[in-house]
């Protein structure tokens, strides 16, 4: 079974580089735009499993039960990957054969997108990565098994990721799409959002 790993910031922390373009509360709206939006296309995938949020915003748990999903409070992990490695954890308990770590900030994300993440090679071991439109960060991972490399988000990652799978002997796939490229950082990229959306 495959799960995604959907890791959601609080709302009113989230998307501080927008700020000299959207107050904090349009922030915090945006925010929970697009984890709505990432949980709508995860559930129009048929071989996605489950999908667990990892958070510490009492909204997004709240989300993630009504829809269905499972809810993890990050209780005091420190950072994103710890996040990451507690879900993975909890994914693993409940026999996952595979992880799709998929932040929420990819608007333009569809659920082909989401199909050609983890398509390739079912039941076999292997690593696919997608880039931002940079080529810097990482906007999904895919993992078969679950620990098949440590998390190593966070600035430059997507090259940290490469590097980690080549040393863990899996397959790995570099999956360049469009609609996993852009993730909503710094003003630009909402302007290229509000573009591709027809705003």
């Known amino acids: 079974m495959i799960w995604a790993i959907v890791p959601v910031k609080p709302f009113t922390s989230a998307k501080t580089r927008l700020a000299s373009v959207l107050t904090q509360v349009e922030r915090a709206g945006l925010s929970r735009e697009f984890l709505?939006?990432?949980?709508?296309?995860?559930?129009?995938?048929?071989?996605?499993?489950?999908?667990?949020?990892?958070?510490?915003?009492?909204?997004?748990?709240?989300?993630?039960?009504?829809?269905?999903?499972?809810?993890?409070?990050?209780?005091?992990?420190?950072?994103?990957?710890?996040?990451?490695?507690?879900?993975?954890?909890?994914?693993?308990?409940?026999?996952?054969?595979?992880?799709?770590?998929?932040?929420?900030?990819?608007?333009?994300?569809?659920?082909?997108?989401?199909?050609?993440?983890?398509?390739?090679?079912?039941?076999?071991?292997?690593?696919?990565?997608?880039?931002?439109r940079h080529e810097q960060g990482t906007n999904a991972l895919f993992l078969r098994p679950p620990d098949a490399l440590p998390y190593a988000f966070g600035e430059g990652s997507f090259m940290r990721h490469v590097a980690l799978a080549t040393n863990a002997g899996v397959p790995v796939r570099v999956c360049r799409l469009p609609g996993a490229a852009l993730d909503v950082d710094v003003p630009d990229d909402l302007r290229l959002y509000r573009e591709g959306r027809g705003a």
């Open 36 to 132: 709505e939006h990432t949980l709508a296309v995860l559930a129009q995938v048929p071989a996605i499993g489950n999908t667990l949020v990892v958070s510490r915003e009492p909204q997004a748990l709240e989300l993630a039960r009504l829809r269905g999903f499972t809810p993890v409070s990050e209780n005091g992990a420190q950072g994103l990957n710890a996040a990451l490695t507690l879900a993975t954890r909890v994914a693993r308990a409940a026999q996952a054969g595979a992880v799709l770590i998929l932040p929420t900030d990819l608007p333009l994300l569809s659920a082909p997108d989401v199909a050609a993440l983890i398509g390739a090679d079912p039941g076999k071991p292997q690593i696919v990565i997608a880039p931002d």
